[in-house]
C-alpha cells in the first residue's frame, strides 16, 4: 500500500470512535478478565469441594468468557448505542465494514460478508485440522487390540470431541464460506440483510470453539457427541464446556440461518425469479432454513443437562422420575435434520459445479428442488430411528422405519439431477469437478447402507455398531465434505484471487478418497462382524479390519495435509486468478478481483438463470 | 437420406437408434459390470464377514442385508455405470469443453425415475414391516413356555438373573430351541444388551425395564457386548455366554446351585 492509499483511508477513521480501538486482542482480554472475575467471585459463593458447585462456577465463568470477549470485540456497541438513542456514524459503519484496512480486518467485528466468510473458512480449517488429528489419534489406538496409545478417559474424550468438533465444523463448512463469502454475490446483493448479526455468528461460534477447546483442561466429555443423559449428568466438570458450546453454537447458527434467509429472500438482484435463484443458493437456504427449527431442540436439551448438573433438577434422572429418553429424544429432533443440514449445502454445490464443468444446463432445476424440499421436509419426521433399540417404544419402529426409508425418494432426485447433467457429456476433470465423481460413489454407498440400517430388523444387529459409524462417515464426510472441498476448489479463485494449485490438489484428492474408501470398507467389516462403536480396545477377531482401517486413516491425513498446504501456498503465493477461471455464468464471477467493498459497482440486472450453457441440438 | 425420415420417427425407431448409441452402449456395459460387483459384495462380503446365525433374527437380518444389496445394486450400477462412462469421455486441455447439448429436463425420464425409486422404497417398507411382524406374533405365540432372564447392566458388567431357576450368574447360558425373555435395565447409566449372535439388541435404562426375545437355535459359544457408550471401560463390558442342550442347561443350572422345576 502506498503512503498515499495509506493517507486516504486514514481520513475515513473515526478518530475518537470506541470502534476503532476495539479488536480480537481487545476481546480476549475482555473474556479472560471476565471470565476470570466470575471465576473468583462465584467461587466465594459455591463450595469447591462439590460436583455439582464446580459445575456452576465453571458454568457461570464460561457464560462470563463468552460475554466478556463479545463486550471487548465490540458486538454490543450498536445495540448501546440504540438504548441510548443514537446509532453508529456513517464513517463509523464504514470502519466496521474493514473499508481501507489491510489483514487486520480479520481480527476485527466486521461486517464486510466477505471478510466474515475468510473468517469462517479458517475457523472451519482449523475445526477440521483439529478433529482430523483427534481422528488419527483414534485411529492409532486402534491399530491393534490392546494397543495403549492412549488410556480409555483420553480415548473416549477423543472419540466424543473428535465428534462434536466435526459436526459442528461440517454444519457450517459449506454455509459459512460459501454462503456469507459467495451467496450474496451469486444473488446481486451487496452484502447479506442484516451484516452485524452475520459477524455476530461468527464471533459467536469463535467463543463457543474456545469454551469447546477448554473442555481438555477441565478432563473431556467422555460421553461421546451424543452427550446421552444420564452418562453425561455423571461426568466430570469437562461436560460444562459442551453444554456452553451447544447453547453458544445453536444462538450462533440460528443467527446465521435467519439472516441468509432474509438475505436470499429480500436481497435479490432485480430480476432475480424464484425460478432462476441459483441451485447453491436454494440448497443453503433450505438448510439453513431446517437448522431453525432444529437446533433450538439441541439447546433446549443441553440447558436442562445444565439444571440438572448443577442445580440438581431431575429431567434426565430416572431416579425422581426424568428420563432418559427424553434426552434422547430432544437430542436426535436436532440430530436428524441437522445431518441434512450438513449435506444439503455440499450437494448443492457441486449442483452447482457440474454444469460449468460439462458445459450443459443443469438436469431438471425443478427435480433439485424437489429434491432438497422433500429430504427436509421427511427428515424432521424420522429422528426416532436413532432409536429403535432404545427400547422406548417397540410399536412405533414400524412407522419411523416408513418415513425413513421414504427419503431415498428425494435422494434418488439428487442423484437424476447429477446423472442427468452428466448425461451426453464431456466433463473438464479439474478438481471440483473430481469432488462430484467422489460424492456419486460415497453417497451411493452411504445410501444403500442407510437403508440396511432403516429396516429394523437389521438395526437390530447393526445399531451401535462399526457399521453405523462407516455409514454416517460416508454421508457426511465422503458426501458432505466432500461437497464443500469442491466448493473451496471451485470458489477459490474468486475468494483469494488465486489458482489453487493444482497437482497438489490432484494428489490430495486421490489419497483423500482411496483413503477414506479403505477405512470404512474396513470399519463395514469390522461392524458386521460384531464390533461396537467408541470402544478403546477390541478382540482379536476384529484385528485385520481395524488394521485395514487405520492405514486407509493415514491415507486420508496424508491427503488432508497435503490439501492444507496447497491451500496456504496457493493462498500466499498461487496463481494469480483471471476474473472468470472456469466460464461460469452466475454472477459471483463477474465481479473483479479483488472484490470492491460492496461487491458491485452497479447493480445487475438478471435476466437468465446462471444455466444456460449448451448447443440447442 | 430417404423419404420415411420425413415422417416423425416412431417410438420403435427411436428405441433402436437410441440402444445403438455407443455412449448408450458403453454406459450399460459399465452398469452391468458394477452392478455385477455390488451382487458380488452383497453375496460375499456381509456372509462372510457376519458371525454365525444363532437365531432367526440373526437370520432375518442376515436375510435383509444381503437381499437389499442384491435389489439395490441394479440402482447403483446405473448411476455409477452411467458416471464412468462420462468420466472416462472426459475433456482434456486447460480451456472449458465444447458445449454439451442444452437438455433442460426430460420429463418422462424424470417420471419414470420417481415412480422406479419410490417402487423400490415400496419393496423395503414392506419388506422390513413384514419382517417385523411375523417376528413379533410368532414370539406372542412362543410366550407360555418361554424362560426368562433378567439383564442388570451396571458400569462395566453385566449381570444375568434366572428367576425361574433361582440362579444369578455373568454368563449367559440358554437352552436350544426354547423361546427366551429378556427383561433388560441398568443400575446407572445407560448400556445396550447385544448378544451379538442373537441378532437382537435393546438398551438397559434405570428404572425401566425394556424386553426383547428370541429362541437361540444353534449349538455353540455367545458374545455379549454392551453397544451404547457407557463411561470409561465401556470397551470392556463384554460377557460369554453358550447356547446348550437342555440336559446341559439344568446340569449348569444345578451346578450354579439352581433348582430345575
Not at chain 1, 473431556?220 to 451424543?226: K, L, Y
Not at chain 1, 458445459?359 to 424420522?382: C, E, H, Q, T, Y
Not at chain 1, 419402529?397 to 464431456?426: A, D, K, Q
Not at chain 2, 447392566?153 to 447360558?173: C, M
Amino acid at each position: 500500500m502506498t503512503t498515499f492509499a495509506n493517507k486516504t483511508s486514514k481520513s475515513n477513521v473515526p478518530e475518537k470512535s470506541l470502534i476503532t480501538k476495539l479488536n480480537m486482542g481487545t476481546g480476549l482480554i475482555a473474556g479472560i478478565i471476565f471470565s476470570e472475575s466470575m471465576y473468583w467471585l462465584s467461587k466465594s459463593w459455591f463450595d469447591m469441594n462439590e460436583a455439582r458447585e464446580i459445575n456452576k462456577i465453571l458454568t457461570l465463568s464460561m457464560i462470563a468468557w463468552c460475554i466478556g470477549f463479545l463486550i471487548g470485540i465490540g458486538a454490543f456497541i450498536g445495540p448501546f448505542r440504540w438504548l441510548i438513542g443514537k446509532d453508529l456514524t456513517d464513517e463509523e459503519q464504514l470502519y466496521m465494514a474493514g473499508s481501507g484496512q489491510g489483514i487486520s480486518r480479520y481480527f476485527k467485528y466486521c461486517t464486510d460478508h466477505k471478510v466474515v466468510g475468510i473468517q469462517y473458512l479458517v475457523g472451519v480449517m482449523t475445526m477440521l485440522g483439529a478433529g482430523g488429528t483427534m481422528a488419527m489419534m483414534i485411529r492409532t489406538n486402534l491399530i491393534k487390540p490392546g494397543s495403549k496409545f492412549v488410556t480409555p478417559e483420553i480415548y473416549n474424550s477423543l472419540v466424543g470431541l473428535h465428534g462434536i468438533t466435526m459436526i459442528v465444523a461440517l454444519i457450517v463448512v459449506a454455509t459459512g464460506p460459501f454462503g456469507n463469502f459467495i451467496l450474496p454475490i451469486m444473488i446481486g446483493a451487496r452484502d447479506m440483510a442484516f451484516p452485524r448479526l452475520n459477524a455476530l455468528s461468527w464471533w459467536l461460534l469463535f467463543t463457543a470453539i474456545v469454551t469447546l477447546c477448554s473442555t481438555w483442561f477441565f478432563g473431556g466429555i467422555p460421553t461421546g457427541w451424543t452427550a446421552y443423559a444420564p452418562l453425561s449428568v455423571q461426568a466430570g466438570p469437562g461436560m460444562n464446556a459442551f453444554i456452553i458450546t451447544i447453547i453458544i453454537f445453536a444462538i450462533s447458527s440460528a443467527i446465521a440461518g435467519a439472516n441468509i434467509t432474509a438475505t436470499v429472500v429480500s436481497m435479490r438482484a432485480k430480476g432475480m425469479t424464484l425460478n432462476r435463484i441459483p441451485i447453491f443458493v436454494i440448497g443453503s437456504t433450505i438448510s439453513v432454513a431446517l437448522a431453525i427449527p432444529a437446533f433450538p431442540t439441541f439447546m433446549a436439551s443441553q440447558i436442562m443437562a445444565a439444571f440438572d448438573r448443577t442445580i440438581g433438577t431431575g429431567f434426565y434422572d430416572a431416579n425422581v422420575g426424568g428420563s432418559g429418553w427424553l434426552y434422547a429424544h430432544l437430542f436426535w429432533i436436532m440430530g436428524h435434520p441437522e445431518v441434512y443440514v450438513i449435506l444439503l449445502p455440499g450437494v448443492a454445490a457441486l449442483m452447482e459445479i457440474t454444469p460449468v464443468f460439462v458445459r450443459k444446463p443443469l438436469f431438471s432445476i425443478n427435480a433439485a428442488i424437489i429434491g432438497f424440499a422433500g429430504i427436509a421436509g421427511l427428515s424432521i419426521l424420522v429422528w426416532a430411528h436413532h432409536m429403535y433399540a432404545s427400547g422406548w417404544s417397540p410399536s412405533l419402529n414400524g412407522p419411523f422405519m416408513v418415513t425413513t426409508e421414504m427419503i431415498s425418494i428425494p435422494t434418488g432426485l439428487i442423484f437424476l439431477v447429477i446423472l442427468g447433467t452428466l448425461w451426453r457429456g464431456t466433463p473438464w476433470l479439474k478438481m471440483p469437478m473430481l469432488c462430484v465423481y467422489a460424492f456419486l460413489w460415497n453417497m451411493m454407498i452411504g445410501g444403500v447402507t442407510g437403508i440396511y440400517l432403516s429396516d429394523v430388523p437389521v438395526d437390530d444387529y447393526l445399531h451401535g455398531s462399526m457399521f453405523v459409524t462407516a455409514h454416517f462417515h460416508y454421508t457426511l464426510m465422503g458426501a458432505a465434505l466432500t461437497g464443500a472441498v469442491g466448493g473451496l476448489a471451485f470458489w477459490f479463485p474468486k475468494m483469494t484471487g488465486r489458482m489453487l494449485h493444482e497437482r497438489a490438489s490432484y494428489i490430495s484428492f486421490w489419497f483423500t478418497q482411496i483413503g477414506f474408501n479403505v477405512i470404512f470398507l474396513g470399519m463395514f467389516a469390522a461392524g458386521s462382524q460384531g464390533q461396537p462403536r467408541r470402544v478403546a480396545d477390541y478382540e482379536q477377531a476384529f484385528a485385520t479390519s481395524d488394521l485395514i482401517s487405520t492405514i486407509g486413516a493415514y491415507l486420508t491425513g496424508f491427503g488432508m495435509l497435503v490439501l492444507l498446504w496447497a491451500v496456504i501456498h496457493s493462498w500466499r503465493k498461487g496463481k494469480i486468478a483471471p476474473m472468470n477461471p472456469w466460464g461460469s455464468k452466475s454472477l459471483e464471477w463477474t465481479v473483479p478481483n479483488p472484490i470492491p467493498l460492496e461487491n458491485f459497482h452497479e447493480l445487475p440486472v438478471v435476466t437468465s438463470d446462471a444455466y444456460g450453457y449448451g448447443r440447442s441440438n | 437420406m430417404n423419404t420415411s425420415n420425413s415422417l416423425p420417427p416412431t417410438i420403435g425407431e427411436r428405441a433402436r437408434k437410441f440402444i445403438k448409441r455407443h455412449d448408450v452402449r458403453m454406459s450399460f456395459l459399465y452398469s452391468t459390470l458394477i452392478t455385477a460387483l455390488f451382487v458380488f459384495l452383497g453375496l460375499w462380503f456381509y456372509p462372510k464377514f457376519m458371525p454365525e446365525v444363532m437365531s432367526e433374527q440373526m437370520q432375518n437380518g442376515k436375510e435383509v442385508i444381503v437381499y437389499f444389496t442384491v435389489i439395490s445394486a441394479p440402482v447403483a450400477g446405473l448411476v455409477l455405470g452411467i458416471a464412468l462412462y462420462t468420466f472416462l469421455n472426459r475433456h482434456k486441455g486447460d480451456t472449458p469443453p465444447p458445449d454439451g447439448p442444452a437438455i433442460r429436463t426430460n420429463n418422462p425420464v424424470v417420471l419414470v425415475w420417481t415412480v422406479v425409486s419410490s417402487l423400490f422404497c415400496l419393496i423395503a417398507i414392506s419388506w422390513g414391516l413384514v419382517e417385523m411382524n411375523v417376528a413379533s406374533s410368532e414370539a406372542a405365540e412362543r410366550e407360555p413356555n418361554a424362560i426368562v432372564v433378567e439383564v442388570t447392566g451396571s458400569q462395566w458388567v453385566w449381570n444375568f438373573n434366572y428367576p425361574d431357576y433361582g440362579i444369578s450368574s455373568d454368563k449367559l447360558n440358554l437352552p436350544i430351541d426354547r423361546p427366551v425373555v429378556f427383561r433388560i435395565t441398568s443400575v446407572d447409566v445407560n448400556h445396550s444388551f447385544w448378544p451379538v449372535q442373537l441378532g437382537v439388541k435393546v438398551d438397559a435404562n434405570r428404572h425401566a425395564v425394556t424386553t426383547v426375545r428370541t429362541t437361540p437355535n444353534v449349538l455353540g459359544g455367545i458374545d455379549i457386548r454392551c453397544a451404547e457408550l457407557c463411561g470409561l471401560y465401556h470397551a470392556y463390558m463384554e460377557s460369554e455366554g453358550e447356547i446348550m442342550t437342555a440336559s446341559n442347561f439344568n446340569s449348569w443350572v444345578t451346578a450354579e446351585g439352581g433348582h430345575t422345576a
